[in-house]
């Protein structure tokens, strides 16, 4: 069975500041890896999905790798703004789509 | 408009009661998904369909059912809601795996309380 972790469970950092995220997976035959954003009580907002052949994914200030064969992905996200205050949540497509718990991001202004 | 929508977007319900929530997507795709999220949870999935004859079980089936009423609507039921029900519910759907990948597209998701 497919287990996501995400580790730290909840971050702050400054405003201005790179940082990463880590999302781990247990089972690497993978068809793709998902980073979503949500925020408190609202739905998913899709930010970058990677697929099993690629390496990394990039979105503005936003890039995503993927190493299936260690079972990880990190999130880097550039220049921190308070407005990237939310979950971040992974999600590994094997069979069935299997979702971490999040990471409660907060940036302090 | 919305290719993947939910109705309604809100319901409070009492302990006993039936509720439906419904799910409508335009994209064309064939799988429709419902699943469950719960504070500090990831989502958890509750019943998934490959067509409209081909329904199944997903990981927290229990007190639940579904319906797929044709390709473009998947609706599910709470036959006897009760307080630990209460989550945000959300449909997803996909198209079939084509090569092995495939992505799932999300509905704006449900909030149920159970009172």
């Known amino acids: 069975k497919q287990e996501v972790t995400q580790i730290p469970a909840a971050l702050s950092v400054p405003e201005g500041e790179n940082l990463v995220l880590n999302c781990s997976f247990t089972?690497?035959?993978?068809?793709?890896l998902q980073w979503f954003r949500q925020d408190p009580g609202k739905g998913l907002t899709s930010l970058l999905l990677?697929?099993?052949?690629?390496r990394e994914q990039t979105s503005g200030r936003l890039n995503a790798s993927l190493d299936k064969s260690s079972g990880r992905s990190t999130l880097y996200i550039a220049a921190s703004q308070p407005g990237d205050s939310a979950t971040y949540l992974c999600?590994?497509?094997?069979?069935?789509?299997?979702f971490g718990t999040g990471t409660r991001l907060t940036i302090i202004p | 408009d919305a290719d993947v929508t939910q109705t309604p977007r809100n319901r409070i319900t009492k302990t006993g009661k039936r509720i439906m929530l419904e799910c409508s997507q335009t994209k064309g795709h064939d799988r429709m998904y419902w699943y469950r999220q719960d504070p500090g949870l990831g989502l958890r999935l509750i019943y998934y369909s490959f067509d409209v004859k081909d329904i199944n079980k997903g990981e927290i089936s229990d007190g639940y059912s579904v319906s797929r009423q044709a390709q473009a609507k998947f609706s599910l039921s709470l036959e006897s809601a009760i307080p630990n029900q209460t989550a945000l519910y959300f449909c997803?759907?996909?198209?079939?795996?084509?090569?092995?990948?495939?992505?799932?597209?999300f509905g704006p998701g449900t909030r149920l309380t159970v009172t």
């Open positions: 999600a590994v497509y094997g069979e069935k789509l299997t």
């Open positions: 990677i697929q099993s052949s690629q």
């Open positions: 089972d690497s035959a993978i068809y793709n």
């Open positions: 997803a759907t996909s198209d079939s795996h084509r090569g092995g990948s495939y992505e799932q597209y």
